[in-house]
Each structure stands twice: as C-alpha cells, then as structure tokens.
Nanobody, 123 residues
Framework: QVQLVESGGGLVQAGGSLRLSCAASGLTFSRYAMGWFRQAPGAEREFVAATSWRGEATNYADSVKGRFTISRDGAKNTVYLQMSSLKSEDTAVYYC????????????????WGQGTQVTVSS
C-alpha cells in the first residue's frame, strides 16, 4: 500500500532553517503530484507547497513564498521542503500528501497522507 513517511522536523530558533523529507513507497512516484500541508493547534489544515508529478511546476502559499522551497528526487522517491527564515507562526505539524490528480492547494485533492512531523519555531 501507499506509505508516506515524513522526517526532519524539530525545534529551531526564529530565523533558522529546517529541511523536511517525505519518503514515498507503494506507488509510482513519478506519476504523482506531491504537496505539503500544515496544521497548528486549534487551526485548520492549510496548504504550504505543491509540486507537479514531473516537478516542473510548483506553487506556494503566500505566507511561505520566498522562504520555503519544495523539490522532489525521483531516484529516492522523496519530496523535500526546505524552510528558511522560519517564524514562530510556522510552528505546526507538517504533513506530506500525494495526489493521483494534479494536486494543487486543496487538501481534498490529495489521496494519501503521511503521519506528520512537528516543527516548532521558538521566538
């Protein structure tokens, strides 16, 4: 079955950087769009970034543009989220997800989800 396993979360000071990884298995990775979402306590899940199945197209939430970069490595079946200039408001559980369709910014377009990794930014 499809499995997505996130890693790389942790505690970082404001202004710092982290790189999240999401290893995918049980699917033909190159045929799936991938996305990152996050959910803070008491808040709804929100879109962070997405990449097309080939990786030639990406889109980002306005709140992370210029600070976060999504990328994918087909040889490793892994999608990454490089996060820089982190802010306290970036604190959340980060989830990766995969879509058999075009993906995008709507969570309901994604079919499979990882278990999440906690990112905590201290101010």
């Amino acid at each position: 079955q499809v499995q997505l396993v996130e890693s790389g979360g942790g505690l970082v000071q404001a202004g710092g950087s982290l790189r999240l990884s999401c290893a995918a298995s049980g699917l033909t990775f190159s045929r799936y769009a991938m996305g990152w979402f996050r959910q803070a306590p008491g808040a709804e899940r929100e879109f962070v970034a997405a990449t097309s199945w080939r990786g030639e197209a990406t889109n980002y939430a306005d709140s992370v543009k210029g600070r976060f970069t999504i990328s994918r490595d087909g040889a490793k079946n892994t999608v990454y989220l490089q996060m820089s200039s982190l802010k306290s408001e970036d604190t959340a559980v980060y989830y990766c997800a995969t879509s058999v369709g075009p993906g995008g910014s709507n969570w309901y377009a994604y079919n499979y989800w990882g278990q999440g990794t906690q990112v905590t930014v201290s101010s």
